[in-house]
C-alpha cells in the first residue's frame, strides 16, 4: 500500500523521520499492555492447544506434545459441530434481528418530534445501562415457570393459558428467550450509532428526495444506507463478533433452566471444556478453531472497512 | 447435603442448603433439642481474624514450611452447611494449639468452585485447606493436587470413617481427602393430605409412588414435588430396581442407565414427576416455600430441612408443626432404599504453605468434639461412632436408617465432569416432559460413557 | 395530501416511539416493583403490578444481613477497578489512537486489523493462561491486577472507537492555531481535546460497561471473599437464593444497575453528541 493510499490527499506531504516514530512510540502503552495480557497468554493458548494439558496437569504433572491430536478430536466430534452450528444460526438471528430493530428505531428517531425522541433516547439508555448478569436475571424472572409476569399477562388473553409454561425447557424457545435479552441489551448501541450517523446527513437532501416522491424504503435503500456504509459496515463486524462469541447471557440463563447439552454456545462450550471439565489443550483448541472462523465470517467486512478508511 | 458440581450450581440442593442458613440453624437446633450451643455471630470471628490476618500478612507471607511453627492458614469452608459453633470452636481450638498462629475461614460458593480449586490450588495463592464435595474427590485426587494424607490416617480417625467417604477420598491406594460430614435425605409429608387421601405411610418404592399419584388425583396436590432436574432423589429409583448409573467393566466404564432394571427405574422416576405440578425443568431449591403454602403432600429433602417446613418467626407456614411426618425412602423389598450419600470430604492442597498447621486444623476438624457439633446440627458425622449426636426421634432414627443405605455414584476421576455436564440434569428434565424413556437413557448413556472413558 | 399523510406518519411514529421505550424500560421497572415488594408477595400466580406494598426491607436485607456474602466491599472492588480501567484505558487509547489517525506509519493497517482480531478470541479459553500470568505477577486478589486485565480487554475497542473521534476534528483547525504562534503540544491541548472531550466521555462508557460487567476471571482471579467483585457478588447471592427470595435478588440487582445509570445520566448528553461525531468517520 502506498502512502498516498494511507493518508488523505490534504495530509499527503512526506513526513519527517521523526513524526513517524512519534506516530509509533504513542502505541507503546496500549501495545505494551496488549502483548503482556493478551498476546503472552494467547500464545500459551496456542502451545496449549497441541498438548495433552489435562487437570493433571495443572497440578504439575508431564505435559506432553501431542501434535493435531487435540484438533483431529474436536473435527470429529458431533457435538462440536451440532454446538458450531447452533452458534452459527443463534448468531445470525441476533445479528439480523439486532440490525434491523435497531436501524429501525435510529430512522425512528430521526423522523419523531422531539420530545418522543427523547423518551426513546431515555428507554434506549437504560437498556443499555442494564450490567449483562443482572439482565438475564431479571429477564429470566420475567419469564419465571411459575411466578413470571409473562406467563400472567399472556393468560389474561381470553382464551389462552400460559399458566406453569417453561420457556427454557425447550431448546427453540430457550434460545428465543436468548436472543430476545441479547437484541434488547444490543439494540441501543445499534440505533444510537445509526443515529448519529443519520443527523449527519443534510436536511437538504432528504427533503430533496421526499419530493422526488422516493418512497422510504427507496430513500434508505439510494440515500441514507450508501451514505452510512462504513458506520453499518463496522456495526456489523463487531455484532458478528460480539454474538458469536456470547457467553454470559446464556451461561447464567442455563442456570435458570433448559437443557443445558442442548443450548451450548461456543462460548460455553469452551468454558465447559477447558474450567469444567479440566481438559485445557482440548479447550484451547476449540478456542484456536473459534477465532478462526470468527476472522472468516467477518473477513469481508474487515476489508470493507480497511477500504472504507482508505477513502 | 449435595453439592452441585461446579458451574452453575444448580445442583439444586446447593442451593436450598445454602439458603437461610441462620433459620435452618436455630430450627434444627430446636428439632433436634439440643438447646445448650451458643450460637456465636460469625461476622464477630470473622472480624477478628480478619483484622489479625492483615497484621500477620508479611510474616507469614515470608514463613516457609520448614521453620513455620506460626502463620496464617487460610480454610475454605462451602456454604453455609457448617454451623456457625463449630467454625467459632475451629479457631479458637486452633489458635489455642498453635500459639502465635492465625485461622481463616473464607466461606465459599459451591457454584464455580471447581473452577476456583482448581486455578487457586495450582498457583501461589492456595488456601491450606479445603473442603470439597465428595463426588469430585478423585478428579482431584488422580490429579495430584492433595497432599497425600496416608501416614496419618489413623490420627484423623482411621477405621472409624465413614467408609464411603474414605474410598472417595483415596485414589490409586494413596489416601488424600477424609471425609467432613455427610447428609441424608428424608422423605417429609403431611400428616392431614394423608389422612384426607386415605393413604398410609408407604413402606415400599412402589407403594410411595401410588401414595405420590393418589394424593395427587385426590388433592390435586403434588403427590411428592418432584422438579425434573432432581437428579439427586432420582438415582434411588435406578439402584432399587437393580440399575445403575455406569459400571466399571475391565477399566472401561459402561454406563447402565438404558439397561432393563435402570429403565424400570426410570420408568417409575416418571409416574412420580407426573405427580408433582413442579416446573418439569425446574430444580428443588424452593420445595418448602410451596409445601408451607399447601401445595405439595410429600418432598423428599435434607434432613435438615425440617426445620424449614414448619412455622416460623419470619416465614409463616400454612401447615402446623405437629402436621409434619417424616420417613426414610422406602426400598423396593421394604427397608430404605439406597440414597444418594451427599457430603463433603477435606483435603490439604499440595500447594498449601502451611501444611503442618493445616493438618492440625483437619485434625481439629475430625475430633469427636467438633464432629459432635456437626451432629447436633443434624448433619451426620465423618466419624460412624458419633451417630447418635444425632439425637433421638423421629428425624434421626430416620436419617440413621437413611445413612445406613446410602450409596455413591461411579468412582471416576471424570465424575465430576458428568455433574458439570448437566447430561443427568437433562435426562430427567426430558423424562419429566414425556420424551421417550428409552431414547433419553440411551443419549444420556452415550454423553457419560464419552466423560467417563474420555 | 401529503402533510396529511405525513402527519399520520409522525402520529403513527409516536405511537411506536412510545412503544419502543416501554418495551425498552419495562424490564428496569419489572425489577424495581419486584425489588420494593415484599418477598411473600412476589410469589403469587398472579403478580402485583405496581409496589403496591411499597417497602425497603429487601434492599436492608440485601445490604446489611451479615449472613449473606457482604455488598460494601464487593461495591468498593468494583468501583475502584471499574474507575481505574475507565482512566487507564482511555489515556493509553488516547494515544494509540491520535497516532492512528494523525500519523502515517508502515504497520498501522495491521495494528487496526489486530485491534479487531483480538476481539474474536474468547476470554474462556485463557483463564488459566491469565491466572498464572497475574499469579507470577503477584496480582492475584488485587485491584491491579483485574484493572490490568480489563484494561487490556477494553483497549481495542476503545481504541477503535477514539479514533474516530480523532478523525472528526479536522486538523487544519490544529495547523490554524499553530499559524498562531502555538506549539504543537499546546494547539493540540487549546483545541482538539477540549473537541475531543465527548468522544471521551461516550468511548469510556464501553470501558465502564465492560469492566463493570465482567465476571468469570473476577470469580476465578479475586477468590478471596473480600476481594470479591460485584458481579460475582450479585452471582453468588442469586446462586444462594435462587428462587427462594426474589425480591432481594432483584433489590440486588437494582444496585448493581445503580451506578451504571447514574453514570449514564451524567455523561448522557456529552454521551450521544459523542457518538454523532464519532459517526462522521466512523
Redesign the interface.
Known sequence: ?S?KQ??PSR?AKP?SRS??N??????V???A??A???G???I??II?SFQEF???Q????DIEFIGFENYSNILTDDGFWQVLNRSLVFAAVVVVSTMVVGTL?AL??N???KR??V?????????????????V???G??F????G?FN?LLSQIPGVDF??H?W??NPISFFGVAALIIT?QSV?FVA??????L??IPKEMIEAAWLDGASGWQRFKDLTFPL?R??F??VI??QI?WD??V??QI??L?????????TNT???Y???T?????E?GL??A??VV??VL??AV?AFY?KR??E??DN | MMKPVSLLGQGALATLMRKEQKMRKSAVVAMFGVAALTLVGCTTAEDTTSGSTTDNDTSSDSATSEDAVTGDIRVWINGGDTPDSAREYLIETFEAENPGSTLTIEQQDWGGLVEKLTTSMSGSDSPDLVEIGNTWAPGFTSAEAFMDLSPYFDELGGDDLLPGFVEVGTFDGTFYAPPYYAGSRLVFYSKSDFAEAGVEVPTTLTEYVEVAETLNSELGTSGVYFPGKDWYNALPYIWENGGEVAVNDGGTWDAQLSSASSIAGLELVKRAMDSSNAAKDGDEAESWVAYCEGGHSMLSAPSWAAGLLVPREDAPCERSADDLGVFALPGADGGAAQIFAGGSNLAIPQASQNPELALSAMKIMLSPEYQTIMGNNGLVPALTSLGDTLGEGEIPEAVSAAAANSKLTPASPNWADVEASGVLQDMFVKIASGEDIADAAATADAAIEDILNG | MISKNRNLKIFAGSVAGIIVFLVSIFPVYWMLNTAFTPNGLTRRSEPLLFPSNFTWENFQTVLFDSDQTPFWPALINSLAITMLTVLFALAFAFLSSVALARFAFFGRKTFIVVLLFIQMIPGEAMIVSLYRQLDTWQLLNSIGGLTLVYVATVLPFTIWMLRGFVLGVPEELEHAAMIDGCTRVQAFRKITFPLLAPGLVATGVFGFIQAWNEFLLALVVNSRPEAMTLPVWLRTYQQVNNETDWAAIMAGSTLMTLPVLIFFVIVQSKMTSGLVAGAVKG
Do not use: C, H
Request: no cysteine; glycine share 10%.
Open positions: 500500500m502512502l494511507i493518508v495530509k513526513q513524526r513517524k512519534l506516530g509509533w512510540l504513542l502505541l502503552p496500549a501495545s499492555v496488549l503482556l495480557v493478551i503472552w497468554p494467547l500459551n493458548l496449549l489435562g487437570r493433571a495443572v497440578f504439575g504433572a428505531v425512528l428517531m423522523f419523531v418530534p418522543i425522541k423518551l426513546v433516547q431515555i428507554g434506549l439508555l437504560v437498556a443499555w445501562a442494564m450490567p449483562q448478569l443482572t439482565a436475571i431479571v429477564w424472572w420475567m419465571n415457570t411459575e411466578y409476569v400472567y399458566y406453569g417453561s427454557l425447557s434488547w441501543p444510537l450509532t445509526i443515529y448519529a450517523g443527523t449527519q452510512l462504513p458506520i459496515t463496522i463486524i463487531l463478533i458469536l462469541r457467553f454470559t451461561y447464567a442455563q442456570g435458570l433452566g433448559g437443557l443445558r447439552e442442548e461456543l462460548g460455553v469452551i468454558y465447559l477447558s474450567l469444567g471439565s479440566g485445557f479447550g484451547g476449540i478456542a473459534m477465532v470468527m476472522s467477518s474487515i472497512t480497511l472504507d478508511m
